[in-house]
């Protein structure tokens, strides 16, 4: 039982590139998130999704875009990446909407 | 989502016990209070939660005074290993969003 893990761990991009964040989780959970830190400041929801085929904006989502064609995978991505998108991104999952969400270990990314 | 004041840093001797409040005096009644922590550089990790009584699981114990407006989270016998952020946050069951704030920086000195 792996719990959720992320895919890839580090990244460095250049402005306007994209790329594809890949979450997935083993536990069977309904509900996935996407959060992100930056420096000294708490994690910001992103987006979340509430089942296979749903996503739902979060407090931040401007600039990225998900999808969640498997019940176990949720895809987080950036179409065209800015250096204010430099951060380290979390995925989480739980079972229900008011379970306790379990974290993944996080994607550093840097765009230049 | 009631807001959380949590103060920003604290210190606590190991073996003893650590208090962390947490003030959310706009809190309404079908708000839980939820304690997270997250270690250095790692995915935050659930602790407690709770509604109206106080809650004991094998981690911490979660005491909410009877107006709601105040928690503290207490971590009987910290180790040098709980050294961490611990974030309180409060939400209503049905929305799904966890909103974090800056939470406190809990130091376990030897």
């Known amino acids: 039982n792996a719990g959720v893990t992320q895919t890839p761990k580090f990244r460095v991009l250049k402005t306007g590139q994209s790329m594809t964040l890949l ?31 749903t996503t739902a904006k979060g407090e931040v989502p401007d ?20 250096p204010s998108q430099t951060s380290v991104y979390f995925c989480a999952s739980s079972k229900t909407g008011h379970n306790e969400q379990f974290f993944g270990p996080g994607t550093r990314l840097t765009v230049l | 989502d009631a807001k959380t004041t949590q103060p920003t840093s604290m210190d606590c001797a190991e073996g003893r016990a650590a208090n962390l409040p947490c003030n959310h005096s706009t809190i309404s009644g079908n708000e839980y209070v939820y304690w997270y922590r997250q270690i250095h550089s790692q ?11 106080n809650e004991t699981n ?9 107006d709601r407006k105040s928690s503290t989270l207490i971590l009987p ?28 920086k809990l130091t376990v000195n030897p």
């Open chain 2, 58 to 66: 094998e981690m911490a114990s979660l005491i909410i005074t009877e």
């Open chain 2, 77 to 104: 016998h910290a180790t040098l290993r709980d050294t961490a952020v611990y974030y309180c946050i409060v939400r209503v069951d049905l929305l799904r969003k966890l909103v974090f704030g800056k939470g406190t």
């Open chain 1, 63 to 82: 600039g990225y875009n998900v999808s969640r064609l498997k019940k176990q995978n949720f895809l987080l991505g950036l179409e065209s990446a800015a």
């Open chain 2, 43 to 53: 995915g935050p990790q659930y602790i407690i939660h709770g509604l109206k009584n």
């Open chain 1, 23 to 53: 979450c997935a989780q083993d536990m069977n959970h309904e509900y996935m998130y996407w959060y992100r830190q930056d420096p000294g400041m708490g994690l910001r929801l992103i987006h979340y999704s509430v089942g296979e085929g």
